[in-house]
């Protein structure tokens, strides 16, 4: 995406998928932090995704071999907000109960 107001809505939207309403709250990117920044566009005709909630799961044939089969984790945790020293407004409503 290398239009500035497309540039502009992506990002918007992309902070608002991760705490809704919080692009409202927050300040325009400056010139420096949209140089800074990437945002790729990609159209897909069709997804597919893997996963999987009860491990690993090997035909009875490959177990013998020697290769390493398993499960990685994937997890996504959210700490205590910490705001920035020089802030003077208060822990926002939608961010309160943070972790979730």
């Known amino acids: 995406v290398t ?3 497309e540039l502009d809505v992506a990002l918007a939207a992309l902070v608002d998928h991760a705490i809704p309403g919080r692009s409202a709250e927050v300040r325009p990117a400056n010139a ?3 140089a800074a920044t990437a945002v790729v566009r990609l159209e897909l005709d069709e997804v597919s995704a893997k996963t999987r909630e009860d491990g690993a ?9 020697l290769y390493w089969s ?5 997890t996504t945790v959210h700490g205590t907000p910490e705001p920035h020293p020089g802030t003077a407004v208060p822990l926002p409503a939608h961010l309160r109960g943070y972790p979730r």
């Not at 398993?70 to 994937?74: A, E, Q, R, T």
């Open 3 to 5: 239009d500035p107001e």
């Open 32 to 34: 420096k932090e949209l």
């Open 57 to 65: 799961a090997d035909d009875p044939e490959d177990t013998g071999l």
């Open 70 to 74: 398993g499960l990685i984790p994937v």
